[in-house]
């Protein structure tokens, strides 16, 4: 075994081991950190995510704290600021994607379990507050990632990139299924 060149991760990438863009999107809810979402930027774009919604607090480029953490991701995925991230979810309901809380709820389920139907969009929201509880009753499902520590949950940019990511091989894994006879 061997590690690769950078120059074979490109060629690589080229002849078709990136996946491209999904049927994806993901809404940024009051996100105080912008290093937090220039490291979503950055998963997002590996992730084959289509658009990112930024919404209330939350920064946007041009933003040196965000290029830090994006390295370059923040032009490559397609961005728009949004004031209300209600708005930009009644607008992507009507779009016909089904809006996914990445948040502890009642009825969340363990990320794993979660089997998404696209176009789905993963909203994700505040390090301290979550998701805004107003814009809680207009989606679809909600999923969380198991903790076993004394922690109850992660940063918010590493646990949008386990989601996001699990969200992008169920994508790809139903996209290469065989169909069942």
């Known amino acids: ?36 979402v220039g490291s979503i930027f950055r998963s997002a774009d590996g992730a084959g995510v289509s658009h990112i919604y930024l919404c209330g607090i939350t920064g946007y480029p041009p933003s040196e704290k965000i290029a ?47 089997l998404p139907r696209p176009p789905v969009a993963l909203i994700v929201g505040n390090e301290i507050e979550g998701v805004s509880a107003s814009i809680v009753d207009c989606c679809d499902k909600a999923i969380e990632i198991g903790m076993g520590g004394a922690k109850n949950s992660l940063n918010v940019s590493v646990a949008f990139g386990i989601a996001a990511f699990h969200i992008k091989n169920s994508i790809v894994g139903a996209r290469h299924a065989a169909p069942v006879r």
């Open 1 to 36: 075994m061997r590690k690769l060149t950078h120059e074979e991760i490109l060629g690589r990438q080229r002849l078709g081991g990136a996946q491209g863009k999904l049927p994806f999107a993901v809404v940024l809810n009051n996100i105080r950190s912008l290093y937090n």
């Open 68 to 114: 830090k953490t994006a390295l370059g991701a923040q032009q490559h995925v397609a961005w728009s600021y949004h004031q209300d991230a209600r708005t930009v979810l009644v607008q992507l309901k009507a779009q016909g994607f089904e809006l996914t809380l990445l948040e502890q709820t009642d009825a969340s389920i363990d990320v794993e379990d979660y």
